[in-house]
């Protein structure tokens, strides 16, 4: 589950969100849940694109047979880093076509 909180960084936030599910969704056997909105206290009143990733249910047998392997939690953090890496080098080259 993607949470997002309304705020001034909403579209980005949902990019954001958008490309950790599909990136973890392709190296990761956790079944995603979706982008979801919600209002958690830890997303209020950020100065910048946030997101909570929730990663699997250790009450689920097979969730937590991947969230406790080196494995499971090696590709769960690739999807991520591939993630942030994606957006971080979109919005750089949005900057750079727009002069900044």
């Given amino acids: 589950i993607f949470s997002l909180v309304q705020n001034a960084f909403m579209k980005q936030s949902l990019k954001l969100a958008s490309g950790i599910e599909s990136q973890t969704s392709k190296l990761s056997p956790i079944k995603t849940r979706g ?3 919600a209002g958690f206290l830890v997303l209020w009143q950020t100065s910048m694109p946030s997101v909570l990733v929730e990663t699997g249910f250790l009450t689920n047998p097979t969730d937590r047979i991947s969230l406790k392997s080196n494995d499971g ?3 769960i953090a690739l999807g991520i880093f591939k993630a942030v890496r994606d957006y971080k080098n979109s919005l750089e080259l949005l900057n750079s076509a ?3």
């Fill in 35 to 37: 982008v979801k909105q």
């Fill in 73 to 75: 939690q090696q590709k």
């Fill in 98 to 100: 727009n002069g900044k």
